[in-house]
């Protein structure tokens, strides 16, 4: 179940956004690219190489509004599939403590 679930994770972030041309002459953009791009290029643990997409991207405000706007949904797949992964642990762990008679 948690093997599936990474795997659709994995598969929603390697894949191409609606965005139907690439940038730069690079690659259709993938929701995977998008986060780092902003995490890497804005957020946080800046990368030279990403800041310098980033700043690309703003200066096409449409454009950019659109790269925002899938940054936002894949954080919230990806928040969503902590969550639940964080549900998984808790039941795991109670089964255990039920299991594993106290000392």
């Not at 925002?68 to 894949?74: G, P, V």
Request: hydrophobic share 45%; glycine share 2%; with cysteine.
């Amino acid at each position: 179940m948690v093997c599936d679930n990474l795997r659709t994770v994995d598969e929603f972030l390697d894949g191409a956004t609606e965005l139907s041309c690439s940038l730069n002459g690079a690659s259709p953009v993938t929701y995977r690219t998008i986060v780092e791009t902003f995490m890497y290029g804005d957020q946080a643990h800046a990368n030279e190489d990403k800041r310098a997409t980033f700043e690309t991207w703003k200066e096409f405000e449409p454009t950019y509004l659109f790269l925002e706007n899938c940054f936002e949904n894949a954080v919230f797949q990806l928040t969503r599939y902590i969550l639940w992964m964080a549900a998984i642990n808790v039941v795991t762990i109670r089964a255990l403590e039920e299991a594993i008679p106290a000392s």
